[in-house]
């Protein structure tokens, strides 16, 4: 900031120039004391939020900087995240972690110098001098000697209202537009849910002639009959059927090649794990082998237009991956595929199991390791309603239309956000610029001038802080006596 042209009254001025040093302490080992480290601090919001309360005998070594209200915290670890806070009313006299460099303002607004140490220019000129690679920090020198616009104290007091103001209204927009995902996330798993009860395609039903209903052999699961009932969970039409997930296609597994022979691995066949399950459509992978590690291993290759799903991992404590392979993969041994029988449309059986994820999710059990696991007998046994074929494919059709709507949304947010978070380092720019009150400046030329101007502000801060050091005691000169002689 220091290459900037100043508005009329105002100076440039070091950190140090405007705040003077806090002093630390060591909790006495019977008092209680709340305690703010570094996690302690909402990066997004810029506020303290669920600090410790401590034990004076349970306090870390770290906990040693006492705060007040209107200091300024600011992260000295990883200072490009920037975790900073101003101090409200209710951690006056609190203690802080030493990696925090606390600013205590003298004379200038607090509220003005947590602006600045939130603006872009900081943050770059701390984040420049860091050093370490584990745990990259900034030294309490780097943010002393930052230098910045400083305008005059009527002025700052002008500048704080206003980001307030208008950092508030950002803050706002953000908080409304990190909700769209959510409700997004909600509305995909609403249209799956009508999608395979029927209830999405019920104008277009009443308009069709009879509807022929899927056959498909039954298989033999009575040994998990309750598992089979229990996720019949939702009424189907008439012409809709009921039917386990193993009587719909042909269940294959996975393998892994061996690692150390080089020849199985770097060839043309996509090998899909969980890592590839991020999207519903898979043609390649992030590994791949040759067809000797296919012919040398359990692998199999997988026909196009199969159903791939994770059975194994700690990805089912969350999630149920699901996607359809558009070319011939293989899968390695934490996966399943199933490829359909006639009748069964893949891209219907894919949001078919969207739509049941939390059932796949509530049945994988742990292992002894840990790690979850999806038993065949149970998802064999998953009750999956499977409507005539060709209203299958216009629940594909409008399910597609409706998930694509979603994700153009979800882009627009997406730039929205980013432009969001722009503007508020725009709006912090054009503060520490003047330009947020060049009207204000032009209407009140006396109080950024004279006595009032940064200049003098910066004097008058240098008496206070001479005015806030201890005297110091002059030792007494002592006066040696000498003894009268007698007589």
Same mark, same amino acid.
């Given at each position: 900031?220091?290459?900037?042209? *100043?508005?009329?009254?105002?100076?440039?001025?070091?950190?140090?120039?405007?705040?003077?040093?806090?002093?630390?302490? +060591?909790?006495?080992?019977?008092?209680?004391?709340?305690?703010?480290?570094?996690?302690?601090?909402?990066?997004?919001?810029?506020?303290?939020?669920?600090?410790?309360?401590?034990?004076?005998?349970?306090?870390?070594?770290?906990?040693?900087?006492?705060?007040?209200?209107?200091?300024?915290?600011?992260?000295?670890?990883?200072?490009?995240?920037?975790?900073?806070?101003?101090?409200?009313?209710?951690?006056?006299?609190?203690? /802080?972690?030493?990696?925090?460099?606390?600013?205590?303002?003298?004379?200038?607004?607090?509220?003005?110098?947590?602006?600045?140490?939130?603006?872009? !220019?900081?943050?770059?000129?701390?984040?420049?001098?860091?050093?370490?690679?584990?745990?990259?920090?900034?030294? !309490?020198?780097?943010?002393?000697?930052?230098?910045?616009?400083?305008?005059?104290?009527?002025?700052?007091?002008?500048?704080?209202?206003? *980001?307030?103001?208008?950092?508030?209204? +950002?803050?706002?927009?953000?908080?409304?537009?990190?909700?769209?995902?959510?409700?997004?996330?909600?509305?995909?798993?609403?249209?799956?849910?009508?999608?395979?009860? %029927?209830?999405?395609?019920?104008?277009?039903?009443?308009?069709?002639?009879?509807?022929?209903?899927?056959?498909?052999?039954? %298989?033999?699961?009575?040994?998990?009959?309750?598992?089979?009932?229990?996720?019949?969970?939702?009424?189907?039409?008439?012409?809709?059927?009921?039917?386990? *997930?193993?009587?719909?296609?042909?269940?294959?597994?996975?393998?892994?090649?061996?690692?150390?022979?080089?020849? #199985?691995?770097?060839?043309?066949?996509?090998?899909?794990?969980?890592?590839?399950?991020?999207?519903?459509?898979?043609?390649?992978?992030?590994?791949?082998?040759?067809?000797?590690?296919?012919?040398? !291993?359990?692998?199999?290759?997988?026909?196009?237009?199969? +159903?791939?799903?994770?059975?194994? %991992?700690?990805?089912? /404590?969350?999630?149920?991956?699901?996607?359809?392979?558009?070319?011939?993969?293989?899968?390695?041994?934490?996966?399943?595929?199933?490829?359909?029988?006639?009748?069964?449309?893949?891209?219907?059986?894919?949001?078919?199991?969207?739509?049941?994820?939390?059932? #796949? +999710?509530?049945?994988?059990?742990?292992?002894?390791?840990?790690?979850?696991?999806?038993?065949?007998?149970? #998802?064999?046994?998953?009750?999956?309603?499977?409507?005539?074929?060709?209203?299958?494919?216009?629940?594909?059709?409008?399910?597609?239309?409706?998930?694509? #709507?979603?994700?153009?949304?979800?882009?627009?947010?997406?730039?929205?956000?980013?432009?969001?978070?722009?503007?508020?380092?725009?709006?912090?720019?054009?503060?520490?610029?003047?330009? *947020?009150?060049?009207?204000?400046?032009?209407?009140?030329?006396?109080?950024?001038?004279?006595?009032?101007?940064?200049?003098?502000?910066?004097?008058?801060?240098?008496?206070?802080?001479?005015?806030?050091?201890?005297?110091?005691?002059?030792?007494?000169?002592?006066?040696?006596?000498?003894?009268?002689?007698?007589?």
């Amino acid at each position: 900031m220091s290459g900037v042209d *100043l508005p009329a009254g105002w100076c440039l001025a070091k950190i140090s120039d405007v705040a003077v040093r806090g002093f630390q302490r +060591v909790p006495v080992s019977e008092e209680t004391f709340i305690y703010v480290d570094i996690g302690s601090i909402d990066r997004e919001n810029k506020k303290i939020t669920d600090p410790q309360r401590l034990n004076g005998s349970d306090a870390p070594s770290r906990a040693r900087k006492v705060i007040n209200k209107g200091d300024v915290l600011v992260s000295l670890t990883r200072p490009n995240l920037n975790a900073v806070a101003l101090v409200p009313d209710k951690y006056d006299n609190q203690i /802080a972690s030493t990696g925090f460099e606390v600013i205590k303002p003298v004379v200038v607004d607090s509220r003005y110098i947590f602006g600045l140490v939130r603006s872009k !220019s900081f943050i770059d000129a701390i984040s420049g001098k860091v050093q370490g690679a584990l745990y990259p920090a900034a030294k !309490s020198a780097d943010v002393q000697g930052f230098k910045f616009p400083l305008p005059p104290l009527a002025e700052q007091k002008i500048i704080a209202a206003k *980001l307030d103001e208008l950092l508030a209204q +950002v803050d706002s927009i953000k908080t409304r537009l990190d909700a769209i995902p959510n409700i997004l996330k909600r509305f995909r798993q609403s249209v799956l849910a009508a999608a395979v009860s %029927g209830k999405l395609t019920e104008d277009w039903r009443g308009s069709q002639e009879a509807l022929e209903p899927v056959e498909c052999r039954k %298989g033999e699961f009575s040994d998990l009959e309750r598992v089979f009932e229990r996720t019949k969970s939702y009424e189907i039409p008439q012409e809709w059927e009921w039917f386990r *997930l193993g009587e719909l296609g042909s269940i294959a597994g996975g393998g892994t090649p061996r690692k150390s022979e080089e020849s #199985f691995w770097n060839g043309e066949i996509p090998w899909v794990t969980p890592k590839d399950m991020k999207v519903s459509y898979i043609e390649s992978s992030q590994v791949t082998i040759t067809e000797e590690g296919v012919s040398k !291993s359990s692998t199999k290759k997988i026909v196009q237009n199969s +159903v791939l799903f994770v059975v194994r %991992g700690m990805i089912l /404590a969350h999630s149920f991956p699901v996607a359809i392979n558009l070319k011939k993969v293989t899968i390695n041994q934490d996966m399943k595929a199933l490829s359909p029988y006639a009748g069964i449309d893949s891209s219907y059986l894919l949001r078919a199991l969207q739509a049941r994820r939390s059932d #796949f +999710v509530h049945l994988a059990s742990s292992s002894t390791h840990g790690t979850k696991r999806l038993e065949p007998k149970y #998802f064999l046994n998953i009750a999956i309603s499977i409507p005539p074929l060709n209203e299958q494919t216009e629940i594909v059709r409008r399910v597609e239309q409706l998930f694509a #709507f979603a994700d153009q949304i979800e882009q627009q947010v997406k730039n929205a956000q980013s432009r969001v978070n722009n503007l508020t380092q725009s709006i912090l720019a054009k503060a520490f610029r003047g330009e *947020l009150t060049a009207e204000w400046r032009a209407k009140n030329p006396e109080l950024i001038s004279g006595e009032n101007s940064a200049e003098a502000l910066l004097a008058r801060i240098k008496a206070e802080r001479a005015a806030m050091q201890p005297v110091k005691q002059k030792r007494a000169r002592q006066v040696r006596v000498k003894p009268r002689k007698a007589g």
